[in-house]
């Protein structure tokens, strides 16, 4: 059965009540993907052990099935913000969060669940994250703490970058 976009959509943002995603602080955040709405993901921050906060990901139709994207064992919920998720072509997803010391992005396979090493894009905070995927060419897009448009390239799907 096909369900429409923007139901999938509303469910994307509900965050289950198990414990794998409960957190007491408010900054707890999800953010869905931007363009195939249709395949059921989240980038999240979870406390993955007491008192230790990381982003994690979930994909398909476990949603419990949390993949651990950062070992940064952070105290709090509030040092780990996730900006971003997009599919990356048929092999994955393309993440970008922000931590304490700037906004990385990271590629996540989405056969084995490994995570490449994380890519520092930005070291001041930033705002309304863009992807913009065309082939193998990835472009991120923000604002930076001034306002001022951002932009970074990648020619490979986020290997390197510009």
């Known amino acids: 059965m096909k369900q429409s976009k923007a139901a999938i959509f509303s469910i994307l943002l509900v965050l289950p009540t198990s414990q794998a995603f409960a957190t007491e602080q408010v900054c707890n955040q999800v953010v ?14 979870y406390e993955a052990e007491h008192q230790v906060f990381e982003l994690g990901m979930t994909a398909g139709e476990q949603p419990h099935d949390i993949k651990r994207v ?4 952070a105290d709090s919920a509030c040092e780990i913000r996730p900006l971003a998720l997009e599919k990356g072509g048929d092999w994955g997803w393309h993440l ?24 520092k894009i930005a070291i001041s905070p930033v705002s309304q994250i863009e992807f913009n995927v065309i082939g193998q060419t990835l472009e991120l897009r923000w604002l930076d703490e001034h306002g ?6 990648s020619e490979d799907e986020g290997r390197f970058w510009d």
Do not use: C, I, Q
Request: net charge positive.
């Open 148 to 153: 001022n448009r951002v932009s970074r390239r």
């Open 96 to 119: 970008v969060w922000e931590e304490d010391t700037g906004v990385f992005y990271a590629r996540m396979d989405g056969e084995a669940w490994v995570s490449s090493p994380k890519k």
């Open 70 to 73: 950062t070992y940064s064992a």
């Open 32 to 45: 869905a993907p931007t363009l195939e709405r249709t395949v059921a993901a989240r980038l999240f921050v």
